[in-house]
């Protein structure tokens, strides 16, 4: 719990328990170091947990001006150099997998193994239309007219149908939580991925990698993460069923299960 | 072109062509007989094609109370027999799929043939939030806020990417061309679909029956057709590849390659 | 019913109806002209209907040396210059369709229309390796053996369950009916689709073309029409579900209404 | 090393490494103990890890008479009990997950966890007629016919393309390592799985279960598992991309990622 200052501008980050290993998580657009926070017991039996918001997002800074994904790179890359974390296996999901790729085919030597879930290596017409669709309600300030937005396609067919009163809370909890300064951070985080295109480099990343889908993905289909997976040479490939874009929140065991093996092996090469 | 009076209420139909069988096709939500204008000659050539615009749609009469889907059940059937049809194959989409399956229940002996496309039995709870979320968008009366709401969950992702300029075009046009009384009605016709559940009448349909997904259809997946398929006994079912729920727009020769073939050969047992 | 010779070489056809346009439909490896009559009527209300069994198959000349497809597709074009045929669709089906694709790119100019149907641009190492074993099994002349090894992965598993009975009595028939001659053309038959490998020149058809796969397919799965799909410009694609690769027997309504609307379509392009 | 003795019949066993948690293994039908050496080194630095060959499997005895799955349970239950076994994770792939389903219907409360890999609930009409085909082609001691009958549909096509030269030098081996001995106790174990049909009873599972599918798997498709998924309340469910049936060779990262990930978390809920 405590905050690092890069180029004058501060950023939160949290680090959880002392496990050899680490596990560096960067958080997706909506969420902020809090979204982990029911996870955080178990990750601790098997990683040094170091959770961290970006700018805009969450306790760290919210900026004025905007930026490119870029940005956050470079503060993840501060971040672990600052804390002189080792053996290093850097999470990313959505937001957080494009700027993890993106590090990973720039700083390859501070990490030793990198997870990408439910992202893509592209922000492709579809998804920048959802992005604008975003900004332009989160600019009302309206947080009804926000959630109705964004949150449908996040979930799948079947949570809403097993959680609608959660969702409705949420609904309430969102109108309530969310001021002028998230919504103009929002905005900026939404237009700094508008020119997330990673498609040329991301096979350099030499790493292992895991690749996490969800078969009911709509913001980031399964066609990106087999798009990464063929770009990505020898990376690693599972899919969660019946499960939407916020993968860890529907299918925690599923997607913590895939998370703390691969950590666990990463590449290793056997005699069959 | 002309109007047929139900219960003193004003509804717009189109018949084209003189063919001895004949197609009446049920438009999507946010469509009108003006939608199909570019596959009329196409049609024509196989079929009678009779086009009608529901309630609060097109041409025909804006109401002022809401009401369930029954009312457009009433006005197909009315129109059905008013112009004395024969040889009736009953095409639905979306919306449209929901009033004709629906219809196919209650007056199986006016129809000898059913498509259903792009459609469900059942509005869950995912697609009445997003019903939500377009009713509260309609309300801003804001063309821009409606079309970012709506429309990138209608398409795929491969035709966002090819036709960006088109869409783009159209966000112009919808600002331009829908004004309170058009948005007023849309909020009728999705409260009216709120309460659609079939999945315990639809079981009763034993007309031959034709169904058609897309696998990117994200307003009704594949597994919306999927339990159609196993709930119709004898329902034949067909999927357009990178399609999104517009499919007669997205692909309109595969989607109407399955319907006129369809409507061609019915049902017939084979002695292999 | 007649006979045709090409190079002394005599090969079995048939020819019904006489609608204006024509459907030249070309078997699969295990099918003969037979296999198609209980559709003829069917089609006959749509197409002069051209069947032909293939060199080594059905009543067409069993012969002694191997070749390559190249000789099935020589068979074709002569048909089709000896019939004068007019207005040709052609389709094929697995290794017709093979035969079907690469006729289509040496004589583009014979046919207005080609349909695959579960077929593979490429003999694939799994594809040669089933073929080996279905050689290894005809080799022994053992109506049993060849059934058991061929026939499982031909049907889907939903097919097997309603059908056993069915499937049985074939198997019976199998061993009656297959002599030395018929297993001996059959061996010949699998050698020469061997080499089959059309991924360097299937993006020359330009002919308006579509794609049938079945989503159950085991012997060339929806990755083979995917990859056919991406290559051919244009190709329309449409998917059964619940189907094997003998989608004709398995789900022919969906077939034939395919094929029979897509005849019908063609290439057109909509002002949408 | 080391055999166990139950009602007179030998059989083989191997434990490996001293952790406090334990993995009981099941082996696939043409398995053994030493099908699993190439991993036995990762699994132990997670597990206690015990391995048993099933009668007319490996080293342990072949037997004469025909005999039901039961005969395995029992087998598995008395290597649990002998060994004292605490904290157990059984999992079973394929044949060895058909045991270990029914297994855990009988003595749940001898397991912690459960871990089923391509397996299935039912040996449905199309994997009956597989057995078939492959008893048939194992009844002729000809190693190359019994290769070709058994192989290609193991495999995924593009594990096939990428390893044809592995899978050429495996079918020399399988030819001479096979007697007449193994294929009588293969002969057997199919015959064993025949009337397997656990559909009614595994809704009485309720230890933590984990399901692992593959998307390209032939023998038992996707399909199974998700009837497993929808039978077994709570049970989780990953599917690992371009894989055929045998996964834990084509894919062992993914697979044992999800096997050591959901033995470290089993069940758990989290606030979210």
Redesign the interface.
């Known amino acids: 719990m405590a905050f690092l200052e890069v180029n004058g501008k501060k950023a939160y980050y949290e680090v959880h328990g002392d496990h050899e290993s680490t596990l560096v998580i960067l958080n997706g657009i909506m969420m902020s170091c809090s979204s982990w926070q029911?996870?955080v017991s178990?990750l601790c039996?098997?990683f040094k947990v170091v959770l961290l918001d970006f700018y805009d997002q969450g306790k760290s800074e919210y900026l004025v001006e905007n930026y490119t994904q870029e940005l956050q790179i470079e503060l993840v890359k501060e971040t672990i150099m600052a804390l002189d974390l080792q053996q290093v296996t850097l999470m990313g999901i959505s937001y957080g997998g494009e700027v993890a790729m993106k590090f990973a085919v720039k700083y390859q030597n501070l990490i030793e193994k990198l997870i990408l879930a439910n992202t893509t290596a592209y922000t492709?017409?579809?998804?920048r239309?959802?992005g604008?669709?975003w900004v332009?309600?989160a600019k009302?300030h309206d947080g009804?007219?926000f959630f109705?937005?964004t949150?449908?396609?996040i979930?799948?067919?079947d949570f809403?149908?097993k959680n609608?009163d959660w969702?409705n809370a949420r609904e309430e909890m969102f109108a309530r939580l969310f001021d002028a300064r998230w919504y103009d951070g929002f905005i900026r985080l939404v237009i700094s991925a508008e020119a997330h295109d990673a498609r040329g480099d991301v096979n350099q990343i030499k790493v292992p990698t895991?690749l996490i889908?969800a078969?009911?993905d709509?913001i980031t289909?399964l066609?990106c993460q087999?798009e990464l997976?063929e770009a990505i040479e020898n990376s690693?490939?599972?899919?969660?069923?019946?499960c939407g874009h916020a993968s860890m929140?529907e299918?925690?065991?599923?997607f913590?299960?895939?998370?703390?093996?691969?950590a666990?092996?990463g590449?290793?090469s056997?005699?069959?």
């Open positions: 029911p996870f178990l039996q098997h492709n017409q579809q998804l239309a959802i604008d669709a332009y309600a009302t009804k007219q109705k937005n949150i449908p396609p979930y799948s067919m809403y149908e609608i969702l895991l889908g078969d009911e709509i289909p066609s087999i997976n690693r490939f599972v899919v969660i069923k019946n929140y299918k925690p065991i599923e913590f299960s895939a998370v703390i093996g691969f666990a092996i590449e290793q056997f005699k069959i």
